[in-house]
């Protein structure tokens, strides 16, 4: 009797008092909360992060920032077209170079073909090496510096990254997935960028003066020393790359199948357990994570592209810049000068171990992105 009375109570109230009762005209649809999303999550200041180079890259190749849709415009046939355009960009100093290599040849193969032999083939040899090391010591030294810079500021976007991608697969429901990757690349990233500039640049500028050095001396020989470091560190990071994706694919299954069974309970929970609207809400949280797992591939798949192509321009210039020190080490075999072949092929060694530095961090960071992408959901 006592809630009856309450109950006639309270709806003569609300019927004497007025109060207006009115209904939303429209519901904000997918494309207004996966935009509203994308500023709040911050992926809308990582372009900004970008270097110049890697900006320009990314748009003579359809980029359009890191929205779901950004790369959609992206084609084969603009990403060649700007590969090309780089590759043209960095092979006018290393045709400098080689000219310059060949012409040294020629006339140390003419001087020998003139000389007297004994002590002035030696003297011959040793003013060839000089003469090579004077004209490619420079840009190849230039490298280890191209080195430093694009893991240095692949470092520290990806730092700028990982917070804002983790954010995303939480807010998609894998809350497991989230913080597993954000602790796993935030110290890959820093690790990287803390080997590479106290442990990786260093050896390799001492190995590269080395060989400089040997190159002047008759009776040194670094050509196996250089080779042997060139296996040994491919061996290494080969090694490395594949703990690290396999470590990262373990972790993120079993932390999606955690997810998977969170995410289900908390829309089993929300339909059965919150009267009249529990299904209504169950629905809504369903289009959310959908509009949040949208965003995220967009944002991964622009990350991915970024990555790239903050890594291709030093890549193409190790290529290049290798292909020179090959092509120069071959010219010296034929005419028989051994110590400038020695230098070219220590040198092309210590530009090889670069480009595989260059390549297995690139990996890393795109298989980590990948697999976090498929793994979350």
């Not at 090309?84 to 040849?105: A, M, S, W």
């Not at 690290?244 to 357990?273: E, P, Q």
């Not at 193409?316 to 080490?329: H, K, M, P, Y």
């Amino acid at each position: 009797m006592r809630r009856a009375v309450c109950f006639i109570f309270a709806a003569a109230v609300m019927l004497l008092s007025g109060f207006p009762a009115f209904a939303l005209d429209e519901t904000p649809d997918t494309a207004q909360i996966t935009e509203r999303l994308y500023h709040e999550s911050g992926a809308d200041r990582l372009e900004s992060s970008l270097p110049e180079d890697a900006r320009r890259f990314l748009e003579s190749s359809g980029f359009t920032g890191f929205t779901p849709n950004g790369v959609s415009n992206v084609d084969v046939q603009r990403v060649l077209s700007s590969l090309g355009k780089i590759i043209r960009q960095n092979t006018i100093e290393p045709f400098r170079v080689l000219v310059g290599i060949f012409g040294i040849v020629l006339l140390s193969a003419a001087l020998r073909t003139v000389g007297t032999g004994g002590s002035s083939d030696g003297v011959l040899s040793l003013v060839t090496s000089l003469c090579t090391i004077s004209v490619i010591a420079p840009p190849v030294l230039g490298l280890t510096s191209d080195l430093a810079d694009t893991i240095t500021v692949s470092g520290n976007f990806m730092l700028l990254y990982v917070p804002v991608i983790s954010g995303l697969i939480v807010a998609s429901g894998a809350a497991a997935s989230g913080y597993m990757y954000c602790g796993v690349m935030v110290f890959v990233s820093n690790a990287v960028m803390q080997i590479a500039s106290m442990a990786v640049v260093p050896l390799l500028k001492c190995l590269m003066s080395l060989s400089l050095v040997s190159s002047a001396c008759i009776s040194v020989k670094l050509g196996g020393l250089t080779e042997l470091f060139r296996k040994a560190s491919r061996f290494v990071l080969t090694f490395c790359m594949s703990l690290f994706a396999a470590f990262l694919t373990m972790r993120s299954i079993v932390a999606a199948a955690a997810d998977s069974l969170t995410n289900r309970a908390v829309k089993f929970a929300v339909s059965s357990f919150v009267p009249l609207v529990g299904g209504a809400l169950s629905e809504a949280y369903q289009t959310v994570i959908s509009c949040v797992s949208i965003l995220k591939a967009g944002v991964g798949a622009a990350a991915i592209a970024a990555v790239f192509a903050m890594f291709i321009p030093a890549a193409v210039r190790c290529l290049i810049w290798q292909s020179v020190t090959s092509l120069g080490a071959a010219m010296c075999g034929i005419f028989g000068l051994d110590k400038a072949e020695s230098l070219l092929v220590s040198l092309s060694n210590v530009v090889s171990v670069m480009f595989a530095v260059l390549m297995c961090t690139m990996v890393i960071y795109m298989i980590s992105t990948a697999v976090i992408i498929i793994a979350g959901g």
